[in-house]
């Protein structure tokens, strides 16, 4: 039915810059929600930013200000442009695709924040 994969993961120091990309490789027929989540080490896993059906972007309390999320055309490609990253990002990102067909997440991508 299809697949997620997100990339462009790594290290960066604080304050640093990072950009994520998230693909889903199947037909998109409705969308019920996209987003990005991340789970921190010991921690539960938190909503990083999400589009409703509607179209409408949502940001986490953590991430709201620093973050931007965006997506193609065809809504099958999502980027997560983050500024100003402190240690307390690193995370597992992951990226997920509620569908009409499916519930889909990706394998998640490490990202850390380091000096």
């Known amino acids: 039915q299809g697949q997620v994969v997100e990339s462009g993961g790594g290290l960066v120091q604080p304050g640093g810059s990072l950009k994520l990309n998230c693909t889903f490789s199947?037909?998109?027929?409705?969308?019920?929600?996209t987003g990005w989540y991340r789970r921190a080490p010991g921690k539960q896993r938190e909503l990083v930013a999400i589009f409703t059906s509607s179209g409408t972007l949502n940001y986490g309390n953590s991430v709201r200000g620093r973050c931007t999320v965006s997506r193609d055309n065809a809504k099958s490609t999502m980027f997560l442009q983050m500024n100003n990253l402190k240690p307390e990002d690193t995370a597992v990102y992951s990226c997920?695709?509620?569908?009409?067909?499916?519930?889909?997440w990706g394998q998640g991508i490490q990202v850390t924040v380091s000096s």
């Open positions: 199947g037909s998109i027929n409705e969308i019920y929600a």
């Open positions: 997920n695709f509620w569908l009409s067909h499916g519930n889909y």
